[in-house]
């Protein structure tokens, strides 16, 4: 099992910015793929972005290029999500999400969630 566990969130403007953490527990952290994803009111949950276990490709749903960039660091276990340029139609709860794979983009093929954290951006 790996638990997953997002913070960072909050109510930003637009144009402001936020870094979103994963903090992962239980099991070795560099052999998952880690990705980001997020579901507004009433919408399904979409990808925003990936990374591969070593941290060295990353990939971006075509709205998070640019303003966003996905990391990761191994000795904390931990991933990131920067978030810059943010405007009002990225409001919605945010999920990070963990693969015992490749870095995929459909939310189906991963194996581990944490509960979201909540970004909120007013215009």
């Known amino acids: 099992q790996v638990q997953l566990v997002e913070s960072g969130g909050g109510a930003v403007q637009a144009g402001g910015s936020l870094t979103l953490s994963c903090a992962a527990s239980?099991?070795?952290?560099?052999?998952?793929?880690m990705g980001w994803f997020r579901q507004a009111p009433g919408k399904e949950r979409t990808f925003v972005a990936a990374?591969?276990?070593?941290?060295?490709?990353?990939f971006y749903a075509d709205s998070a290029k640019g303003p966003f960039t996905i990391s990761r660091d191994n000795a904390k276990n931990t991933a990131y999500l920067q978030m810059n340029s943010l405007i009002p139609e990225d409001t919605a709860l945010y999920y990070c999400?963990?693969?015992?794979?490749?870095?995929?983009?459909?939310?189906?093929?991963?194996?581990?969630w944490g509960r979201g954290t909540q970004v909120t951006v007013s215009s």
């Open positions: 239980g099991r070795t952290f560099s052999n998952y793929a």
């Open positions: 990374i591969t276990r070593s941290g060295g490709n990353t």
């Open positions: 999400a963990a693969i015992a794979s490749v870095m995929r983009q459909r939310r189906y093929d991963y194996d581990y």
